[in-house]
């Protein structure tokens, strides 16, 4: 009885880490209208393959997915076929992240590779 109950908090401890923790996908524009919509903090990571810069960002957010006070959803957005979104929110280089909470953009990056400072681009929405 005392396995199953420590193995059950375990699990529960487990799941609520998970629960509150950074999460990266694919950007969509229902991804990113559903989370500005329900006010939630969400990034726009506009990345491209190509680029050291963009890879050496997605290394340090790996990094901070660990950290479960980040709750929130970066969208990877792909520098190149993105073009309209790209215009409308006039991003000119890959590697720029936008942080927003809701609607309400809250930070913007372009180039920066330093956990301190993604981390603080981050948070900003939260």
Known sequence: MKFAALALTAVLSFAATMASALESKPYTAAA?????NAGKPVALHFHADWCSTCRAQTKVFGA??????????????DYDKET???????????????VYKGKTETTRLAGDTKTDALRKALKSAL
């Open 84 to 98: 309209e979104l790209k215009r409308a929110l006039k991003v000119r280089t890959q590697s720029t992240l936008i």
């Open 32 to 36: 990113l209208a559903e989370a500005q």
């Open 64 to 77: 901070l997915k660990s950290e479960t006070d980040l709750d929130m959803t970066i969208l990877v957005a």
